[in-house]
Structure formats: C-alpha cells, structure tokens
C-alpha cells in the first residue's frame, strides 16, 4: 500500500538528511564504533542543517514547527544508514518537549539557543541501578535549601550521558510522597559535584555513549526547575512519554524495512543446491511473512504519527505501537539473520550489526512487559 504520510517539504527535508549521513555520518561510523563515542562536532554540523528543535520557537533559533513527521524523517535515515550512534532522536524527539514546553522565558533563552544548534547535547536521567521501568522507585533525591536544591544520588543507561551539557534529573523533592514528590531539574555540565562514571560497555550501538552519573550534593539552582512547583515530574514524565515511545516504534520499522530489503537481495543472488535460496518455498514463505507483517506495522505507527499532531496519541496507543514493533523487529531481523546462514553471523554483513543494535529496542523507553501491563490496566482490571 503506497505511504501517504509526507507532504513535498519533507521528502525534501529526507534528502538533505541523506546527504548529511552520506558525507558525514557513514565514512566515520566505524571508527566511532571503536572509540565508543560520537564526535560533538557532528552534532554542530547536523544543528547547522536544521537538524534539531523543530518545534523550538523562531525566537530561539528553531523552526516552530510542532510536526513530528519531520523527527520521523531523521530516525528513518539513521536507521537506513545504521548509525545507531547518532544519539539524535534523544535529543529531538524526547528531549525537546521538556525544554520547549515545560520552560519558562529565562530557561528557554538559555538553553534553546544551543538546543538548535547541536552545541549543548541533551539527556534525561531516569534509570538508576535499582530502578529502571519502575520510575516511582528512584532514590535520588532534591531537598531545597533556600534558592537551590542539594542533589545526591546515582543514574544509569543514560544515552548521551558522556556528551550531555544539560542532564534532565529526575529526583524525589519529597521522598514520603510517592509519584507526587517527584521533580524535574536541569543539571548542568561543570557543576559541581556532578560527575559521570564509565561510559558502558554495552552488546550493541557501540558508538553511542550511555554513560553512568553521579551526584555528590550538587547545588543546582532552583531556576533549572522545570514547571513551576515541585512534584509536578511524575506527570511530566507520563505526558511525554508516548512521544518516547512513538519515536522508538519509528525505529523498529524503518529496522525491519531496512534489514528485510536487504534481505530480499541476498536471497535473489544467493547460492545454494545449485540455485537462488530464493526459490525455495520456505524462504518464500518466511519473507511473505516478514514482509506483511512490517507492512502492517508501518502503517499502524503512521497513524500514531498523525495523532501525535493532532494531540491524540494515547499512552495506550504509544504502548501498543512501542512493544508490537521492537518485537516485530527483532524476529524480522533473527529470522533474515537466519537466511543468510553462516554470513549473517559475519559483522561485515549489515544483518549482523542490525541484529546486535535491536536488542535494547524492546527494553528501553518501558519494556515489552511494562508495555502490556499499560494496555492491560486501561481494560479497567
């Protein structure tokens, strides 16, 4: 079924997407692989395309356009190119509601500036060692003292933690209060007291930096506040998070399409009993499959991305979209794996990397199970 979810100016937008991966992106992939880490020059050059903060306010750089079709666009080419290292879509698709809708007039015009341009990178601090999908049972903690908060606690599996110049932490204000003692507060590179740890070692997207942080009674002032009260952050957390998981469910199909292409070549010029592996029924059959049910997701998540405009997206929704697709991807991607047989164990082939990259999909942003139990809770049970 032909895709109708774009209009002209963002098919124009994708190729200057494209010229960006091809130049800047893909010759040096592989030894950002190697170094564990994407260069912030690369975030400079993408900032100078207008590749961050569409919905930024002209004021401050950005285009002020609330349309996440264009964000879609940039997930979908890094993707295709396999740079799972750009931490772009963090940045974009989860960071920006917090700092374009929950700021006021003096934090926007502190940190959208650079927002846009690519030179202050982005990240928000919700995991931590004993407390992942479960966000009621973090322990770091914010007690103010006059006009500061003193923040001690510890963060994990934080994307862009190494490269972050602003680190959206999420802490109890109020630790007897539960989800309403829970704030947001901007964290700021240099700070003192704010230190980050390893930068992990992960099984898959070795170039992008997912660091480790800490907080030894930092003072952050009570203007890197985001919202105007405290405990306001378990809301914030649940509002947003449907855009999180919309963009995740964005990177799981344009996977399963990307991989499964792929696919369909090797199997036409394959070798095997003197023939294509093409021809053979199973294979046949197997790509079928895949290929109907990427279809049917694409087209599911398309429509998510129409709600989100309109502001319709559910968090039922987001759930739905966020775990059938990274499953999705990740059988599409095993069972093209298996098609290829001894060569798809081989890293030069780009089914081995797409395989390894896919695993976090159905972890990050709420786990599969986490997922379902949202979807289950709205049965009314």
């Known amino acids: 079924m032909q895709r109708d979810l774009f209009d002209e100016e963002h098919l124009l937008f994708r190729e200057t997407v494209r010229e960006f991966m091809a130049r800047e992106v893909v010759p040096h992939h592989e030894q950002w692989e190697q170094d564990g880490i994407v ?25 002020g ?34 700092v374009v809708d929950l700021t006021n007039d003096e934090q926007k015009q ?13 990240a928000i601090a919700m995991s931590e060692p004993g407390a992942g999908s479960d966000l009621q049972g973090i322990r770091t903690t914010a007690l103010r003292e006059g006009d500061h908060y003193l923040v001690n ?11 972050a110049d602003l680190v959206v932490v999420v802490a109890k204000t109020d630790p007897e209060a539960g989800a309403r003692g829970t704030t947001l507060l901007a964290v700021e590179r240099g700070m003192e007291g704010f230190s980050r740890g390893r930068n992990l070692a992960k099984i898959g997207m070795k170039a992008q930096d997912t660091a480790e942080l800490f907080f030894e009674n930092v003072r952050v002032p009570a203007a890197n506040r985001l919202g105007p009260n405290d405990g306001e952050g378990f809301v914030q957390l649940m509002n947003n998070l449907p855009q999180e998981r919309l963009s995740i469910a964005v990177a799981a199909v344009a996977a399963a399409e990307a991989v499964l292409e792929q696919t369909i070549e090797y199997c036409k010029t394959r070798q095997a009993f003197g023939r294509n592996i093409g021809s053979f029924q199973n294979t046949r059959f197997v790509l079928a ?50 098609l290829h047989g001894g060569y798809g164990y081989m890293m030069e082939y780009p089914v081995a990397k797409a395989w390894i990259d896919s695993r976090v999909q159905t972890i990050y942003g709420g786990t599969t199970e986490i997922m379902k139990e949202i979807i289950g809770r709205s049965f009314g049970f």
């Open 289 to 338: 499959e895949l290929a109907t049910e990427t279809e049917i997701a694409r087209h599911y998540v398309d429509k998510c991305i129409v709600a989100l405009n309109a502001g319709r997206l559910t968090v039922v929704d987001a759930a739905k979209a966020k775990w059938w697709t990274t499953e999705l991807q990740t059988k599409v991607i095993d069972r093209c794996l298996q």
């Open 153 to 163: 606690g510890q963060k994990t599996f934080i994307t862009n933690g190494i490269n």
């Open 65 to 98: 356009i609330k349309d996440f079709r264009y964000n879609a666009v940039i997930v979908e080419e890094i993707i295709k190119y396999a740079a799972s290292g750009l931490g772009f879509s963090l940045h974009n698709d989860v960071m920006a509601p917090y």
């Open 39 to 63: 260069p912030r020059e690369v975030w400079k050059k993408a900032g100078e395309l207008g590749m961050f903060g569409f919905s930024v306010p002209e004021e401050y750089g950005g285009a």
């Open 110 to 122: 502190r940190w959208l500036p650079g927002f846009v341009t690519g030179e202050l990178i982005t």
